[in-house]
């Protein structure tokens, strides 16, 4: 399975948990050569004082620990 893949995957174990504070994630890339995940959050997320917490502490951990290779999550526009 590719990071990629891997990455989808975990990705729709998160996303109830986004979804049920009003939120969202849609990946956009995945660098496999330097294991940068670039996703944007959407919805609630978007104004969340909390959301680079929510990135950095939950989704950026809960991938690191699942996915080999994963070295940061990023958010672009």
């Keep these: 399975m590719s990071m990629r893949e891997q990455v989808e ?3 729709e174990v998160i996303r109830p ?7 969202d994630i849609i990946l956009r890339e ?3 050569a330097t294991g940068v995940v670039s996703v944007t959050l959407t919805g609630a997320c978007t104004t969340c004082p909390a ?3 929510t990135l950095k502490a939950g ?4 991938m690191r620990d699942r996915i080999d290779g994963v070295t940061e ?3 672009v526009a």
Excluded at 17 to 23: F, P, S
Excluded at 59 to 62: K, L, Q, T, V
């Design 51 to 53: 959301s680079d917490q």
């Design 73 to 75: 999550v990023v958010q």
């Design 30 to 32: 995945v660098d496999e």
């Design 59 to 62: 989704i950026e951990r809960i």
């Design 9 to 11: 995957e975990t990705i």
């Design 17 to 23: 948990a986004l979804q049920a504070d009003g939120g």
